[in-house]
Protein backbone atom coordinates (compact mmCIF):
# COMPACT_ATOMS: atom_id res chain seq x y z
CA UNK A 1 0.00 0.00 0.00
CA UNK A 2 0.68 3.95 -0.11
CA UNK A 3 2.33 5.07 2.96
CA UNK A 4 4.65 8.25 4.12
CA UNK A 5 7.44 8.11 6.74
CA UNK A 6 9.10 11.25 8.34
CA UNK A 7 11.47 11.89 11.10
CA UNK A 8 10.13 12.04 14.47
CA UNK A 9 10.26 15.10 16.12
CA UNK A 10 10.25 17.25 18.01
CA UNK A 11 12.95 19.15 16.27
CA UNK A 12 14.51 22.28 18.18
CA UNK A 13 15.95 24.39 16.74
CA UNK A 14 17.74 28.28 17.25
CA UNK A 15 16.55 30.88 15.16
CA UNK A 16 18.23 31.10 11.94
CA UNK A 17 19.05 27.62 11.96
CA UNK A 18 19.20 25.56 8.59
CA UNK A 19 15.93 23.16 8.93
CA UNK A 20 15.64 19.33 7.48
CA UNK A 21 12.43 17.65 8.02
CA UNK A 22 13.33 14.05 6.14
CA UNK A 23 10.37 12.49 4.11
CA UNK A 24 10.39 9.55 2.26
CA UNK A 25 7.43 7.48 0.43
CA UNK A 26 6.18 4.02 -0.63
CA UNK A 27 3.55 4.28 -3.33
CA UNK A 28 2.03 1.84 -6.04
CA UNK A 29 2.51 4.34 -8.66
CA UNK A 30 3.50 8.00 -9.42
CA UNK A 31 2.18 10.27 -6.63
CA UNK A 32 2.15 14.20 -6.29
CA UNK A 33 3.87 15.49 -3.00
CA UNK A 34 2.54 17.65 -0.27
CA UNK A 35 3.43 19.49 2.44
CA UNK A 36 1.38 20.70 4.82
CA UNK A 37 1.74 23.06 8.08
CA UNK A 38 -0.37 22.97 11.22
CA UNK A 39 0.28 26.09 13.64
CA UNK A 40 -1.90 25.05 17.37
CA UNK A 41 -5.34 24.74 17.15
CA UNK A 42 -5.49 25.04 13.94
CA UNK A 43 -5.84 22.77 10.40
CA UNK A 44 -3.65 22.25 8.32
CA UNK A 45 -2.69 24.33 5.23
CA UNK A 46 -0.88 23.86 2.02
CA UNK A 47 2.71 24.85 2.34
CA UNK A 48 3.96 23.31 -0.64
CA UNK A 49 3.35 20.65 -3.51
CA UNK A 50 5.65 18.95 -6.48
CA UNK A 51 3.67 16.85 -9.04
CA UNK A 52 6.52 15.35 -10.89
CA UNK A 53 10.00 13.76 -10.79
CA UNK A 54 12.69 16.83 -9.92
CA UNK A 55 9.78 19.41 -9.53
CA UNK A 56 11.16 21.65 -6.60
CA UNK A 57 7.95 23.09 -4.33
CA UNK A 58 8.71 26.22 -2.88
CA UNK A 59 6.95 28.65 -0.51
CA UNK A 60 8.00 31.58 2.52
CA UNK A 61 11.86 30.14 2.23
CA UNK A 62 10.66 26.54 2.72
CA UNK A 63 11.92 24.04 -0.61
CA UNK A 64 11.34 20.45 -1.19
CA UNK A 65 12.25 18.46 -4.44
CA UNK A 66 10.60 15.40 -5.26
CA UNK A 67 13.42 12.57 -5.91
CA UNK A 68 11.67 9.66 -7.27
CA UNK A 69 15.32 8.00 -7.35
CA UNK A 70 15.31 8.11 -4.13
CA UNK A 71 12.01 8.36 -3.32
CA UNK A 72 11.81 11.67 -1.06
CA UNK A 73 10.77 15.16 -0.04
CA UNK A 74 12.94 16.26 2.39
CA UNK A 75 11.71 19.65 3.43
CA UNK A 76 14.32 22.46 4.28
CA UNK A 77 14.42 26.22 4.70
CA UNK A 78 17.99 28.09 4.99
CA UNK A 79 17.03 30.17 8.05
CA UNK A 80 14.15 29.22 10.76
CA UNK A 81 12.00 31.60 12.52
CA UNK A 82 10.53 31.23 16.28
CA UNK A 83 6.98 32.09 14.01
CA UNK A 84 7.78 29.00 11.73
CA UNK A 85 7.31 26.43 15.04
CA UNK A 86 4.33 24.26 14.16
CA UNK A 87 3.46 20.56 13.05
CA UNK A 88 4.53 19.61 9.29
CA UNK A 89 2.56 17.08 7.47
CA UNK A 90 4.26 14.99 4.37
CA UNK A 91 1.72 13.33 2.18
CA UNK A 92 1.14 11.74 -0.93
CA UNK A 93 -1.57 11.73 -3.38
CA UNK A 94 -2.37 9.44 -6.12
CA UNK A 95 -5.17 8.44 -8.49
CA UNK A 96 -7.31 5.80 -7.60
CA UNK A 97 -10.38 3.82 -9.68
CA UNK A 98 -12.89 6.74 -10.75
CA UNK A 99 -10.05 9.20 -10.96
CA UNK A 100 -10.13 10.26 -6.81
CA UNK A 101 -6.74 11.43 -5.71
CA UNK A 102 -6.63 9.71 -2.14
CA UNK A 103 -4.29 11.33 0.14
CA UNK A 104 -1.71 9.58 2.51
CA UNK A 105 -0.54 11.63 5.58
CA UNK A 106 3.06 10.92 7.24
CA UNK A 107 2.76 11.47 11.46
CA UNK A 108 3.73 15.11 11.47
CA UNK A 109 6.77 16.16 12.77
CA UNK A 110 6.47 19.27 15.85
CA UNK A 111 9.06 21.95 14.88
CA UNK A 112 10.38 24.53 17.74
CA UNK A 113 12.43 27.29 16.92
CA UNK A 114 13.67 29.07 19.80
CA UNK A 115 14.68 32.73 20.30
CA UNK B 1 -9.05 34.23 1.36
CA UNK B 2 -12.02 31.16 1.70
CA UNK B 3 -12.28 29.24 4.46
CA UNK B 4 -13.65 26.22 5.54
CA UNK B 5 -16.06 26.47 8.20
CA UNK B 6 -16.19 24.31 11.40
CA UNK B 7 -18.65 24.38 13.97
CA UNK B 8 -18.72 23.96 16.81
CA UNK B 9 -15.18 24.45 17.69
CA UNK B 10 -15.36 22.98 21.11
CA UNK B 11 -17.94 20.16 22.50
CA UNK B 12 -17.90 18.31 25.46
CA UNK B 13 -20.66 16.04 26.35
CA UNK B 14 -20.95 12.35 27.94
CA UNK B 15 -20.91 9.51 26.98
CA UNK B 16 -23.62 7.81 24.86
CA UNK B 17 -25.03 11.65 23.57
CA UNK B 18 -25.73 12.39 19.77
CA UNK B 19 -23.07 14.54 18.39
CA UNK B 20 -23.41 16.39 15.31
CA UNK B 21 -20.14 18.24 13.67
CA UNK B 22 -20.54 20.68 10.55
CA UNK B 23 -18.85 22.01 7.96
CA UNK B 24 -19.31 24.43 4.85
CA UNK B 25 -16.94 23.91 2.67
CA UNK B 26 -15.15 26.52 0.46
CA UNK B 27 -17.64 28.14 -1.77
CA UNK B 28 -17.06 25.98 -5.43
CA UNK B 29 -15.95 23.05 -3.91
CA UNK B 30 -16.41 19.82 -5.21
CA UNK B 31 -14.55 17.24 -2.95
CA UNK B 32 -15.31 17.35 1.32
CA UNK B 33 -12.90 14.81 3.30
CA UNK B 34 -13.32 14.28 7.14
CA UNK B 35 -10.54 13.19 9.46
CA UNK B 36 -9.43 12.13 12.83
CA UNK B 37 -6.68 13.36 14.10
CA UNK B 38 -5.04 11.72 17.43
CA UNK B 39 -2.14 11.31 19.37
CA UNK B 40 -1.94 7.95 18.66
CA UNK B 41 -3.36 7.59 15.50
CA UNK B 42 -2.58 10.48 13.76
CA UNK B 43 -4.52 12.04 10.79
CA UNK B 44 -7.47 9.41 9.92
CA UNK B 45 -9.52 9.77 6.49
CA UNK B 46 -13.17 8.76 7.87
CA UNK B 47 -15.16 9.82 4.83
CA UNK B 48 -15.17 11.45 1.74
CA UNK B 49 -17.43 13.04 -0.45
CA UNK B 50 -17.57 14.17 -4.24
CA UNK B 51 -20.76 16.49 -6.09
CA UNK B 52 -22.36 15.95 -2.77
CA UNK B 53 -22.32 11.95 -3.18
CA UNK B 54 -20.08 9.67 -0.59
CA UNK B 55 -17.72 8.06 -2.22
CA UNK B 56 -15.14 6.08 0.60
CA UNK B 57 -16.51 5.96 4.15
CA UNK B 58 -14.05 2.51 5.02
CA UNK B 59 -12.11 4.84 7.54
CA UNK B 60 -15.53 5.18 9.30
CA UNK B 61 -17.22 2.99 12.25
CA UNK B 62 -20.31 2.30 10.55
CA UNK B 63 -22.26 1.39 13.38
CA UNK B 64 -22.13 4.74 15.21
CA UNK B 65 -20.79 7.47 12.56
CA UNK B 66 -22.80 9.06 9.62
CA UNK B 67 -21.82 11.61 7.33
CA UNK B 68 -24.11 13.12 4.76
CA UNK B 69 -24.22 16.45 2.80
CA UNK B 70 -27.58 17.54 2.82
CA UNK B 71 -26.78 20.77 -0.03
CA UNK B 72 -23.38 22.10 -1.28
CA UNK B 73 -22.56 24.30 1.44
CA UNK B 74 -22.92 21.81 4.62
CA UNK B 75 -21.45 18.35 5.35
CA UNK B 76 -22.25 16.84 8.76
CA UNK B 77 -20.38 14.21 10.88
CA UNK B 78 -22.82 12.43 13.45
CA UNK B 79 -21.74 10.27 15.95
CA UNK B 80 -24.68 8.50 17.95
CA UNK B 81 -23.77 7.34 20.16
CA UNK B 82 -21.15 8.65 21.68
CA UNK B 83 -18.15 6.72 23.32
CA UNK B 84 -14.98 7.90 25.12
CA UNK B 85 -12.73 6.79 22.65
CA UNK B 86 -14.41 9.15 19.80
CA UNK B 87 -12.59 12.30 21.58
CA UNK B 88 -10.20 13.69 19.18
CA UNK B 89 -10.09 16.67 16.66
CA UNK B 90 -12.31 16.21 14.09
CA UNK B 91 -11.47 17.74 10.68
CA UNK B 92 -13.07 18.97 7.53
CA UNK B 93 -11.57 19.55 4.32
CA UNK B 94 -12.73 20.50 1.20
CA UNK B 95 -11.28 20.67 -2.58
CA UNK B 96 -11.23 20.43 -6.18
CA UNK B 97 -11.60 17.40 -7.44
CA UNK B 98 -8.93 15.98 -10.01
CA UNK B 99 -5.15 15.21 -9.60
CA UNK B 100 -3.00 17.74 -7.61
CA UNK B 101 -5.51 19.18 -6.12
CA UNK B 102 -4.36 20.21 -2.64
CA UNK B 103 -7.14 20.51 0.39
CA UNK B 104 -8.54 23.12 2.25
CA UNK B 105 -8.65 22.31 6.39
CA UNK B 106 -10.93 23.68 8.38
CA UNK B 107 -10.05 24.54 12.18
CA UNK B 108 -11.18 21.31 13.61
CA UNK B 109 -14.11 20.52 16.02
CA UNK B 110 -12.03 19.47 19.71
CA UNK B 111 -14.57 16.73 20.89
CA UNK B 112 -14.13 15.35 24.33
CA UNK B 113 -16.70 12.44 25.49
CA UNK B 114 -16.77 11.90 29.33
Known amino acids: GNSVTQMEGPVTLSEEAFLTINCTYT??????LFWYVQYPGEGLQLLLKATKADDKGSNKGFEATYRKETTSFHLEKGSVQVSDSAVYFC??????????????FGTGTKLQVIP | DARVTQTPRHKVTEMGQEVTMRCQPI?????VFWYRQTMMQGLELLAYFRNRAPLDDSGMPKDRFSAEMPDATLATLKIQPSEPRDSAVYFCASGLWGENQPQHFGDGTRLSIL
Open chain 2, 27 to 31: LGHNT
Open chain 1, 91 to 104: ALGLSGDGGYQKVT
Open chain 1, 27 to 32: ATGYPS
